[in-house]
């Protein structure tokens, strides 16, 4: 059975730093994309980063080039997000999911990926 499990999230003061991570257990890593979605209280879903299977990465948001960065570690099954900088407009739900294809997606639409994480808060507040 292949599971994604987030962990990382928590509250923390703007100007914070938080690093997310996502363990996949029941297949391997290796050939696969990996995104992170999040979903910010009243708004829809969005994707806001992808890595493929080259360690190639993408951001869907020009707000977050420079303050977030995304990172896998095949031989742990693992993909990570660091943040940093975080502000209050930060706040979400953030999900890691895969479509297992080894390529990312040209679009940050969440449709697309079958399998996901249950979703780790992140709360940006003073």
């Known amino acids: 059975q292949v599971q994604l499990v987030e962990s990382g999230g928590g509250l923390v003061q703007p100007g914070g730093s938080l690093r997310l991570s996502c363990v996949v257990s029941g297949r391997t890593l290796d050939y696969s994309a990996l995104a992170w979605i999040r979903q910010a209280p009243g708004k829809e879903r969005e994707a806001i980063s992808c890595i493929n299977s080259n360690d190639e990465v993408t951001y869907y948001a020009d707000s977050l080039k420079g303050r977030f960065s995304i990172s896998r570690n095949n031989a742990q099954n693992t993909m990570y997000l660091q943040m940093n900088s975080l502000k209050p407009e930060d706040t979400a739900v953030y999900y890691c999911?895969?479509?297992?294809?080894?390529?990312?997606?040209?679009?940050?639409?969440?449709?697309?990926?079958?399998?996901w994480g249950q979703g780790t808060q992140v709360t940006v507040s003073s």
């Open positions: 999911a895969t479509d297992w294809k080894t390529s990312c997606s040209m679009s940050s639409t969440y449709l697309i990926y079958d399998y």
